[in-house]
């Protein structure tokens, strides 16, 4: 079996030679906001199912394919739909996307998902910026063999890499200052991830909130390390779907529970100022000097 490099440079390749540009900055669209693809400008879309060694979503809600194209000026790769751990895929599999989106060009990431809310004062239907995570799946994308060759900025790809500042201050300034802009409220908060596909209980819920967790979902970390491991800049941005099992709504007598349809409602209403809120960033958002 080829190395996770060579595969990786292969589907990069592929992409790169039905593009006509190569993408600066990457973006991946969790559930419900895989309709902000739809705003690309002249977009090339190529199907996972069309890129060699590319790993192919089965849940429903993600479309399962690569957009490039601009959004103000800005040459951007959007995977709408992605591959996740409870979907039974092994970690090199989910963490795949990301590597290619570095070996494209991106030299920014903003990665986004749909999160329970844990902390009370955060209600459904906020946009969240991810300050820092928590990774309780057990397991970490860049163990294994370290590989120089993913290196896309100097000094990256080292054995051990520093996480203090994974999700960058500098890109959750120019978010913040963005949505003041536009009057759409976004608060701060950390992300802490579980595999699934069962959604927590009630008192799991309540230790992670011991723990310091803000949002709780079922993605992002991984692409999240290997997209630091790269040397690449990240922002990350949840979209609170449902409060977390347990969590009672202010003013409402039962806690609620949860389903995977209220996911994608509130996606899509949401939508428009997700869209808005990033249509406006992508271009603010070159790499740092
Ligand atoms: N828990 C885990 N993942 C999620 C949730 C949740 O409550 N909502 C959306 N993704």
Known sequence: MPDQFTLASAAADSILA???LSPTLGIILGSGLGNFADHIE????ILY???PHFPRSTVAGHAGQLVLGSIGGTFVAAMQGRVHLYEGYPIDLVTFPTRVLGLLGCRTLIVTNAAGGIRPTIPQGSLVAISDH???TGT???AGPNEPRFAVAPDSAQRFFDMSSAYSPRLRALAHAEA??????LTDGVYLAVVGPSFETPAEIRAFRTLGADLVGMSTVHEVIVARHMGIEVLG???VTNLAAGVTPPGAAQPNTIHH???MTIGRRVEAQFTALLTALIPQLTPAP
């Open 18 to 20: 039905r593009a006509p």
């Open 42 to 45: 002249d977009p090339t879309i």
């Open 49 to 51: 199912a069309n890129i």
């Open 134 to 136: 928590i990774n309780l």
């Open 140 to 142: 970490n994308a860049a």
């Open 180 to 185: 003041a802009k536009q009057n759409i409220p």
């Open 237 to 239: 941005l949840s979209l």
């Open 261 to 263: 349809e209220e996911v």
